[in-house]
């Protein structure tokens, strides 16, 4: 939940999230709905995608038990070389480096390292520095109190903006701080303009009913409920009839909801439309049936909880 996220956000999910699945079998046992359910507004959804499968492979494989080698908790879904090293850092004392993003920041300023951490030169030079800095075997604890410290460092004292050089235990020796080249580093990622993608939404409507689609696995929003889309030149009544077997009337339009993405912005234009034939069976064509209180509670990404809060009120 904390990659990419701050934990002032995370925490009241991950205690949500604890309190309904407080080990691996429940959380295997679970509908990836319920999951996503509590993931929903969190963003990122492979992330939770990720660890439910991750936990159903732990249970079908692993007999439940959480794996020990690092290969092995590599493979799992989601996670990479240096969640896989702090899990096996802190569950099982294994001497492994990590370098997640605060690491890397700590690293890049004190060994005045340039370079965009997320390119490749860069990156294996501070795997190779994460390396070296392993605490040697004999010293029984070392390795977690190394790598806990390593980790509080960057996030509470090396900090991207405004870090504490005074009250850094690395001040003395730190190539960036001597070099007055601090706030230079690390270097930044590239810019680069994110594409910008248009989609109209469909807000099908009746009484107090919404109707909803299952996006695929893969892709944005992956297993999570949302709003039918088509495109800015679709003819929306010969659409809804086609896919549906709906006849709809077209409302007044809403304003253009824009989210972003890591890789492009998507300006979302929502179309409000009430459903004149009855809202029968609708599976049958991809689509559920939602009361708006349900709708709201399912798993949904926030672009599509926005725009639920901006629909028309029907009574019919
Ligand atoms: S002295 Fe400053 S820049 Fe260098 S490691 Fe410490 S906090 Fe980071």
């Known amino acids: 939940m904390l990659q990419q ?36 507004g969190l963003g990122y959804y492979a992330r939770g995608r990720n660890l439910h499968r991750a936990a159903q492979i732990i249970v ?8 020990h080698d690092l290969k092995l908790i590599q493979q799992l879904p989601g996670v990479g070389r240096s ?42 030079l501070l ?13 029984v604890g070392q390795i977690q109190t190394y790598t806990q410290a390593l980790m509080d460092l960057g996030a509470t004292i090396c900090t991207r903006s405004r870090p504490q050089c005074s009250v850094c235990p690395l001040r003395i020796d730190c190539i960036a701080l001597r070099e007055n080249r601090v706030d230079k580093l690390p270097t930044a990622r590239p810019r680069k303009l994110l594409p910008q993608k248009e989609t109209v939404m469909l807000m099908m409507l009746q009484q107090n009913w919404v109707l909803l689609q299952k996006r695929p696995l893969t892709g944005i929003w992956g297993g999570l409920w949302c709003l039918p889309e088509i495109s800015l030149t679709e003819d929306t009544n010969s659409y809804c009839q086609q896919q549906f077997g709906l006849n709809v009337r077209v409302m007044a339009e809403l304003p ?3 989210h972003s993405f890591t890789h492009f912005k998507l300006r979302i234009y929502p179309r409000p439309l009430h459903i004149i034939s009855p809202v029968i069976a609708h599976k049958n064509y991809g689509l559920t049936r939602f009361s708006f209180e349900d709708a709201l509670g399912a798993a949904i990404p926030t672009a599509v909880r926005r725009l639920l809060l901006m629909a028309p009120k029907l009574t019919s």
Do not use: H, M
């Open 5 to 40: 996220t701050q934990v002032a956000t995370v925490v009241p999910y991950y205690l949500r999230f604890l309190q309904q699945f407080p080990d691996i079998n429940s959380l295997a046992l679970a509908s990836l709905d319920a999951v996503l359910s509590l993931w929903s």
């Open 60 to 67: 079908d494989q692993y007999n439940g038990i959480f794996p």
């Open 83 to 124: 969640t896989a090293a702090a899990i096996a850092v802190f569950a099982y004392g294994e001497e492994y480096a990590i370098l997640d993003g605060n690491v890397k920041r700590v690293f890049a300023r004190y060994f005045g390292i340039n370079g965009y951490p997320g390119a490749k030169d860069t990156e294996t």
């Open 127 to 139: 795997w190779q520095k994460a390396e070296e800095l392993i605490p040697r075997k004999d010293i």
């Open 256 to 258: 253009p909801l824009d």
